[in-house]
């Protein structure tokens, strides 16, 4: 069955950086590309970019560019989501999908999410 | 960027009530666009899309409908499982947007 497991809670300081983990398994990895939302407490989903597993292109969110890179290992079929110069408005659940696009559009499958918390 | 304008930002409603929930794209999206529901410490779970079409295993008491610039999701009869936070996703350009959210609550 697919899965999309995602690594354990983070604590970071302001200025540090975080490597978020989503490990696929059930599918052909570089099939199907994977996005990341994020959710920042009591708030909604936001959109932060795309990674095709396949060639490993990327398209991010303007408001993250220049602190987030999206990077996959096909070897592990393994996408990861970095974030740079931490702040505390960082502190969110991070989730990866599965973006369906088979003549039908949608995220089928989700990581559990990555509680991600910027405190000093 | 578009703009989702998901209103209302949340309601109150009993079982049995029909629902009505609405998205605003700031342009012109075609019928890029899809109904997620969230329950608390959840990932957000599919229910409609391209704009009115529901999802496999998704009950019939959801439908949705709209093209262009608005959208709705509508429950015929809110069940005591469908308590919950509804976002519409547009999907038609870069980058992606979600609505506020919905939060429909019991009354």
């Known amino acids: 069955q697919v899965q999309l497991v995602q690594c354990g809670a983070e604590v970071k300081k302001p200025g540090a950086s975080v490597k978020v983990s989503c490990k696929a398994s059930g599918y052909t990895f570089t099939s199907y590309y994977i996005h990341w939302v994020r959710q920042a407490p009591g708030q909604g989903l936001e959109w932060m970019g795309i990674i095709n597993p396949s060639d490993g292109s990327t398209t991010y969110a303007q408001k993250f560019q220049g602190r987030v890179t999206m990077t996959r290992d096909t070897s592990t079929s393994t996408v990861y989501m970095e974030l740079s110069s931490l702040r505390s408005e960082d502190t969110a659940v991070y989730y990866c999908?599965?973006?369906?696009?088979?003549?039908?559009?949608?995220?089928?499958?989700w990581g559990q999410g990555t509680l991600v918390t910027v405190s000093s | 960027d578009i703009q989702m304008t998901q209103s209302p930002s949340s309601l109150s409603a009993s079982v049995g009530d029909r629902v009505t929930i609405t998205c605003r794209a700031s342009?012109?999206?075609?019928?890029?666009l899809g109904w997620y529901q969230q329950k608390p410490g959840k990932a957000p779970k599919r229910l409609i899309y391209?704009?009115?079409n529901l999802q496999s295993g998704v009950p019939s008491r959801f439908s949705g409908s709209g093209s262009g610039t608005e959208f709705t999701l509508t429950i015929s009869s809110l069940q005591p499982e469908d308590f919950a936070t509804y976002y519409c996703l547009q999907h038609n350009s870069y980058p992606w947007t979600f609505g506020q959210g919905t939060k429909v609550e019991i009354k």
């Open positions: 391209a704009a009115s």
């Open positions: 342009q012109g999206i075609r019928n890029d």
């Open positions: 999908a599965r973006w369906f696009s088979g003549g039908k559009y949608y995220f089928d499958y």
